[in-house]
């Protein structure tokens, strides 16, 4: 069965951290280009960094410098580390397989940030 499944979302205050995985299964993780996206309430989902197969990586401005995506071939996991979170990155975190000819998405993870 091909899924992906995030987890590692909860409830932080501003300047926290939390690490979110993303387990794929049912094709070749490691040659996909991957990505996290997150979707706030009344906004369109947005992507949030992007990982090829090779490991460069690719940021939105808004989390650049805070946020790392990384990828563990050998247990087809996506991972994004997030540090110093800001109200403003409160939303639901999906990652996505690039390339796959049809979309596939999990069921996401929420993260809330606040005082």
């Known amino acids: 069965q091909v899924q992906l499944v995030e987890s590692g979302g909860g409830f932080v205050q501003p300047g926290g951290s939390l690490r979110l995985s993303c387990a794929a299964s049912g094709f070749v993780f490691s040659i996909h280009a991957m990505g996290w996206y997150r979707q706030a309430p009344g906004k369109q989902r947005e992507l949030v960094a992007f990982?090829?197969?090779?490991?460069?990586?690719t940021y939105a401005d808004s989390v650049k410098g805070r946020f790392a995506i990384s990828r563990d071939n050998a247990r087809d996991t996506l991972y994004l580390q997030m540090n110093s979170l800001e109200t403003e990155d409160t939303a639901v975190y999906f990652c996505?397989?690039?390339?796959?000819?049809?979309?596939?998405w999990g069921q996401g993870t929420q993260v809330t940030v606040s005082s």
């Open positions: 990982i090829t197969s090779g490991g460069t990586t």
């Open positions: 996505n397989a690039d390339g796959l000819g049809f979309p596939l």
